[in-house]
């Protein structure tokens, strides 16, 4: 009930927010470890990775121009080799790997709300993340199967079993489009438009169930089941917005601000010292440089130099996947606690510094806010 108050009070994200109000409720001993909390925020967690599948527009991939495809390649390619070689250098673990390059694009939409998507540097930013979140999405799909199996027959097995799976997602949904093309009044069979019965709420949420119990059974990490009943939704019910916005106001409204002040909760504010605050600032600092070093390779003859930065910074702003990637890798003793708190520290930093910091940088740079409505 707060956080949305104090988020716009003091003008930071609001997830930060939610995170800092767990780790005092942690704190003060108002939230304790206890399973169905846990259970909880795992399902907010799940709702949250259905309702990015929601946000994401693969039409926007369109945006990039096909003389654009190979700086797009190069961008990434570059994003997982510097991401690589850090982790190399500095003898980190797989979890530093997944982490650095990975991508959300919920404080995109936040950009975009501010500044608009006419600005040639956020268009490409919005293009690049929904590229970037699929990816980011398999890379937590496989990340958290490694975790579970190891480097054995059973993790190549697995993601055997994790390509076949996305090949025949991709038929199904091709399969969809025809049959729906053919026969458009299905749509309206499972969706009417005057429902007093609440149907298309009862078919996403069966869709949502049935997709998670689907990679349960395959043992298949169930993320990549709840992304998908999004991404049916948002491709062949796109027009229904009155649906997303239920779905949204409960997910963003409760189920999601569980798994995010649970997640804050689990950081004993009292064991925060400078060297895990200062381990922090060195994880934003490795997301950041990767980002701003991929952007002048790929996007600088594009963008040129003002845009390229401001580009690269609303791209440095993963705070909900750094934080899933935190809690998975804590959970599985990966990385140790100080490193756990030190990437919740770095999620909620990055995204209040750069939100601030791009709204500077834009000023600077002489660019004018275009009015939206």
Not at 109 to 122: D, H, R, V
Not at 173 to 194: C, E, G, Q, R, V
Not at 214 to 228: E, K, N, Q, S
Request: hydrophobic residues 60%; aromatic residues 18%; glycine residues 6%.
């Amino acid at each position: 009930m707060l956080s949305p108050m104090i988020s716009q009070l003091i003008k930071a994200p609001i997830v930060v927010v939610e995170i800092f109000l767990g780790m005092m409720a942690g704190f003060f001993g108002l939230i304790y470890g206890d399973d169905m909390l846990k259970l909880i925020s795992k399902f907010g967690f799940l709702y949250l990775m259905f309702l990015a599948g929601l946000e994401i527009n693969l039409r926007l991939v369109g945006v990039i121009r096909k003389d654009l495809s190979f700086n797009v390649a190069l961008y990434f390619t570059f994003l997982y080799s510097l991401a690589a070689i850090a982790c190399f250098a500095f003898d980190l673990s797989i979890v530093y790997l997944v982490a650095l390059p990975i991508f959300s694009l919920g404080m995109l939409m936040m950009l975009i709300k501010e500044y608009g998507k006419e600005e040639p540097w956020l268009n490409l930013a919005l293009s690049i993340g929904v590229v970037g979140e699929v990816i980011s999405i398999l890379a937590l799909t496989i990340f958290s199967g490694w975790l579970e199996f190891g480097f054995n027959l059973n993790f190549v097995s697995s993601i055997a079993t994790l390509g076949v799976v996305i090949f025949t997602i991709v038929l199904i949904l091709n399969f969809f489009k025809i049959l729906f093309w053919w026969y458009p009044w299905l749509k309206t069979k499972i969706m009417p438009s005057a429902d007093k019965q609440d149907r298309d709420v009862r078919f996403a949420f069966s869709l949502f169930f049935i997709l998670i119990a689907l990679m349960f059974y395959l043992h298949i990490d169930v993320v990549l089941g709840a992304f998908t009943a999004g991404l049916f939704l948002k491709i062949f019910f796109n027009t229904k917005e009155e649906l997303f916005d239920k779905l949204a106001s409960v997910g963003f409204g409760f189920f999601v601000p569980i798994f995010f002040i649970y997640t804050g909760s689990t950081v004993k504010l009292d064991m925060i010292n400078s060297e895990i605050f200062t381990h922090a600032i060195l994880i934003i600092a490795g997301i950041i440089s990767i980002r701003l070093i991929s952007s002048f390779v790929a996007f600088y003859n594009y963008l040129k130099f003002k845009q390229t930065i401001l580009f690269a910074f609303s791209d440095s702003i993963p705070l909900t996947f750094l934080v899933a990637i935190s809690m998975l890798g804590y959970s599985h003793g990966i990385i140790s606690q100080d490193e756990y708190f030190a990437f919740i520290l770095a999620s909620m930093i990055d995204g209040l510094f750069l939100m601030i910091v791009i709204r500077r940088v834009y000023g600077w740079f002489g660019f004018e806010k275009k009015s939206i409505n």
